[in-house]
């Protein structure tokens, strides 16, 4: 832990590592919100994130196994022994994530809870001169490591559009809305504008060194976890790619059909698109409502 008197906690304690920020920077012009680590309900949203209705295992053991547990039976190994994340992506799909949870019978030391347990890296939103506010690690990260999620008001889309063409050109959108495809299609919109945690501050790469993936853990509305989609040094800044991709990739979703099509066309219309400034050379212009991420049994 940090105890330089020139930091302060920017989560006021709710996480388990403090979120560093120095207090001369914090002083000038950083936006107002209320810090929460978990999602929370917000207009429009039917489901409640922190209810438990998902079901749980009767494992017995310190941690669960793929020959014993229920849930891993179901969905898969999501992690490795030491709680790293296992290639997810099948013919251009990842396939869902589901923790155990609080009803499960396993320990808090179960190699499937690892979103749930929080913030465990050391990390500090700082002033990138160029690009406004950012997150930096202050230590190294190896390859599928679980950063933080990306907390906030679960919103419907019909509040998501209200906020959004009430924006002007100046204003921040952080809104982020993810489809999923197993069977149905299930949207899912998180707004960190006004309550949110750390993930709020993390910029936009074309050239990301992390990708997000939606895990659920106690309820069927899905946390945007992030992960390190490769090592990453300490001080490096943490990206992620608004528009779904990752290294580079055309994002997730495909739009297989003019039906598609023209659903998309309608939904981002009247919406303006940001352009991105990562300084990548291939940097394009992104729209946040665009993110995909397509998670399917395959």
């Known amino acids: 832990m940090n105890t330089d008197s020139r930091y302060v906690d920017l989560s006021n304690s709710l996480e388990s590592v403090p979120v560093l920020i120095e207090k001369s920077s914090s002083a000038l012009?950083?936006?107002q919100f209320q810090y929460s680590p978990d999602n929370i309900q917000g207009p429009g949203c039917t489901i409640d994130p922190s209810e438990v209705t998902l079901p749980g295992c009767s494992c017995l053991s310190h941690s669960c196994s793929t020959e014993s547990c229920s849930c891993l039976q179901t969905h898969g190994q999501a992690y490795d022994s030491t709680n790293t994340l296992l290639h997810r992506t099948h013919s251009g799909y990842?396939?869902?994530?589901?923790?155990?949870?609080?009803?499960?019978?396993?320990?808090?030391?179960?190699?499937?809870r690892v979103v749930q347990r929080g913030l465990t890296l050391?990390?500090?939103?700082?002033?990138?001169?160029?690009?406004?506010?950012?997150?930096?690690?202050?230590?190294e990260i190896p390859q599928?490591?679980?950063?933080?999620?990306?907390?906030?008001?679960v919103i419907s889309f019909e509040e998501a559009r209200r906020r959004q063409l009430a924006q002007t050109a100046e204003d921040n959108n952080y809104i982020i809305a993810v489809r999923e495809h197993a069977g149905t299609v299930t949207e899912t919109f998180v707004d960190p504008a006004k309550v949110g945690n750390v993930?709020?501050?993390l910029n936009h790469s074309c050239l990301p060194n992390l990708l997000m993936q939606?895990?659920?853990?106690?309820?069927?509305a899905p946390r945007?976890?992030?992960?390190?989609?490769?090592?990453?040094?300490?001080?490096?800044?943490?990206?992620?790619?608004?528009?779904?991709?990752?290294s580079n990739r055309a994002p997730a979703e495909l739009l297989s059909t003019q039906r598609d099509a023209e659903t998309q066309a309608s939904r981002t219309h009247g919406v303006q698109r940001k352009e991105c400034h990562c300084g990548?050379?291939?940097?394009?212009?992104?729209?946040p409502l665009d993110l995909s991420i397509i998670s399917g049994n395959s």
């Open 199 to 201: 993930g709020r501050f």
């Open 122 to 139: 050391r990390l500090e939103v700082y002033n990138t001169q160029k690009r406004g506010w950012g997150v930096r690690t202050l230590e």
């Open 224 to 246: 945007l976890a992030l992960f390190a989609g490769r090592s990453i040094d300490a001080q490096e800044e943490l990206t992620f790619d608004y528009s779904g991709g990752y």
């Open 280 to 287: 990548a050379k291939s940097s394009v212009h992104f729209l």
């Open 144 to 153: 599928g490591t679980f950063i933080c999620e990306y907390a906030g008001e």
């Open 214 to 220: 939606p895990v659920r853990v106690h309820s069927v």
């Open 29 to 31: 012009t950083f936006p």
């Open 94 to 112: 990842c396939s869902p994530v589901f923790e155990c949870n609080a009803l499960c019978s396993c320990g808090d030391a179960c190699s499937n």
